[in-house]
């Protein structure tokens, strides 16, 4: 058994997960759907996306 190798494997997994944080309507978007946040609600139908939850980068 490699537990050296099954360790590498858990941190790698963890760190692609950490580095690839999507935000609330993002992940509602790849769902086919429109983010249920009140405050995504408000600013999509002000034809904006909400600032809070999509912070420029
Ligand atoms: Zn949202
Ligand atoms: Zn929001």
């Known amino acids: 058994m490699n537990i050296t190798k099954l360790i590498l494997a858990g941190v790698i997994a963890l760190v692609t997960a950490t580095s690839y944080a ?9 769902a086919g759907k429109d983010c249920a946040h ?3 609600v ?7 996306v909400c600032e809070k939850c999509n912070p420029k980068k």
Request: glycine share 6%; net charge positive.
């Open 38 to 40: 009140p405050c995504c």
């Open 42 to 48: 408000k600013a999509k139908a002000d034809g904006k």
């Open 22 to 30: 999507e935000t609330c309507c993002e992940k509602a978007k790849a």
